[in-house]
C-alpha cells in the first residue's frame, strides 16, 4: 500500500488524511501536540466567503467553492466516522453601527445579487425582526443566508476518526523536524525520535510550516498571527444566526453559549492570552448584542494563524522534494478551506500534475519551495 505522513494534526491536517485514506494511502499524522491543539482550539469555525474575502478577490472565489463542498463533506464525514458534527447553515448578519457602515453594506448587498449571490439589505426598522437582541442603535444590516459555521473540534475529531477507523496512525507529541528527499522518489521525514519513509508527505502545520527544515529548500513563508477567542454564557436561544461586526463576531453555539472573536495580533509564536485582547472582545460583543454585557466568561482561548504574505495558502507540490505537497498558510480560513484543500491535496496524491489556482501555488513566493 502507498504510505502518506501527514504533518500537523489540526483541521487542514485531519481533513488531508481522512481524504488521503479514501485515495488508498496508508497513513500516518504526526504532530508536536494533541490534534486541534494550535490555529483550530482558537477558530470559531465561522463560514463566510462573502465578508472575509474583498469583491472579486480570489479569497472569495476560493471560499465560495469550499463553502458549496460543506453540506456534502460534512454528511459523508458523519457517515465514516460514526460521530456527530457541529454543523449550521443559518446564515450570517452583518450589522451597521453607523451610517457609512450602512452604505457600505448596502452597496455590498447589491454587489453580491449582481453575483447571483443572496445578500438581503435590512433597514433598521426590520432588524428586531430578523435578530431581536440585536443593538437597537444599529443602522441596518446585511444578511447572507447561504453562510454559517461548524464546529472545528468536532470536525476535526470526526475527520481523525474516520481516517483511524481505516487504519489511520495518529503521533501526538511527535513534531517534524526535517523533511528530506529519500529513495526511489519518496520523502523522509524526521523527529526528535523518529524517522518516517514515505511516498507522499503532506505539510499541514500551519504557523509551525516555517519552522520544520526542508532540505534544499527555503523556509515556508508562513508568519504566526494571534488570534484571542471568548466562549460567553447567554441565555439559550439569544442569537440566531452568526452575527459580525467591523471589529469580530459572534456565533451562537447549540449549548446556548457565544463564541467571540478573534483579535488579529502578530507577536510571533507567543499564545499567550491577554487582559486587554479579552476586554476589547467583551467590548465588541456587548456593542452588536447588549445583552451580553454582562455575560459571564466560560472560557478563553488562543491559537496562531499562519499568514502567508499574500493572505492565501500555499498547496502544492515542493519543486525540491517531489514527493512533499504544502498544504498551508490559510490564516484565518484553515476551516472554510478544509474540504477544499483536502479534495486538492487528493487530486495531487493521485496525479502530481494536476491543476493548482496560480493564486495559491507554492512556488508564486519563489522556485526553492
Known amino acids: 500500500m502507498t504510505s502518506a505522513v501527514v504533518v500537523g494534526a489540526g483541521v487542514v491536517g485531519a481533513t488531508v488524511a481522512w481524504s488521503l485514506v479514501q485515495a488508498g494511502y496508508d497513513v500516518d499524522v504526526i504532530d ?47 457517515r465514516d466516522s460514526g460521530q456527530p458534527v457541529v454543523y449550521a447553515r443559518g446564515g ?3 450589522v451597521a453601527l453607523t451610517v457609512p457602515e450602512a452604505e457600505r453594506l448596502g452597496t455590498e448587498s447589491g454587489l453580491l445579487w449582481q453575483a447571483g449571490i443572496e445578500g438581503r439589505w435590512v433597514p433598521a426598522a426590520l432588524l428586531d425582526e430578523v435578530e431581536p437582541a440585536i443593538n437597537r442603535e444599529a443602522t441596518g444590516a446585511l444578511l447572507v443566508p447561504m453562510h454559517g459555521f461548524v464546529g472545528v473540534g468536532s470536525l476535526t475529531r470526526a475527520a481523525l476518526g474516520a481516517a483511524m ?32 519513509t514515505a ?8 504557523s509551525w510550516s ?58 510571533g509564536f507567543d499564545e499567550s492570552l491577554t487582559e486587554e485582547g479579552c476586554a476589547g472582545l467583551r467590548q465588541m ?5 447588549p445583552a451580553l454585557a454582562d455575560a459571564p466568561t466560560v472560557e478563553a482561548r488562543t491559537g496562531l494563524r499562519p499568514k502567508s504574505p499574500d493572505d492565501l ?6 519543486a525540491v522534494v517531489p514527493a512533499l505537497i504544502y498544504a498551508t498558510g490559510h490564516y484565518r480560513n484553515g ?11 487528493q487530486r495531487l496524491a493521485r496525479d502530481p500534475q494536476a491543476a493548482v489556482p496560480a493564486g495559491m501555488r507554492p512556488d508564486r513566493f519563489g522556485a526553492r519551495l
Open 210 to 267: 516555517s519552522q520544520v527544515t526542508v532540505e534544499g529548500a527555503d523556509p515556508v513563508p508562513v508568519t504566526p498571527i494571534r488570534g484571542q477567542l471568548l466562549q460567553l454564557q447567554a441565555a439559550p436561544g439569544l442569537l440566531r444566526r452568526v452575527i459580525w461586526g467591523t471589529a469580530g463576531y459572534l456565533v451562537p453555539w447549540p449549548d446556548g453559549t457565544v463564541l467571540a472573536g478573534a483579535t488579529v495580533e502578530d507577536v
Open 32 to 78: 508536536a501536540r494533541s490534534p486541534g491543539e494550535g490555529a483550530s482550539r482558537a477558530s470559531a469555525g465561522v463560514l463566510a466567503p462573502f465578508i472575509e474575502g474583498a469583491p472579486a478577490s480570489p479569497l472569495r472565489t476560493l471560499g465560495h467553492e469550499g463553502l458549496e463542498l460543506y453540506d456534502t463533506f460534512v454528511q459523508q464525514l458523519t
Open 92 to 94: 450570517t448578519l452583518e
Open 335 to 345: 476551516v472554510l478551506l478544509a474540504p477544499y484543500t483536502a479534495h486538492l491535496v
Open 285 to 289: 460583543a456587548a456593542a452588536l448584542i
Open 165 to 196: 477507523a481505516r487504519g489511520t496512525r495518529v503521533h501526538t507529541h511527535t513534531g517534524a523536524v526535517q523533511i528530506a528527499s529519500g529513495p526511489q522518489g519518496s520523502a523522509v521525514v524526521r523527529t526528535a525520535t523518529r524517522t518516517w
Open 199 to 206: 511516498d507522499l508527505v503532506v505539510m499541514a502545520a500551519g
Open 313 to 318: 495558502p500555499l498547496i502544492g507540490r515542493s
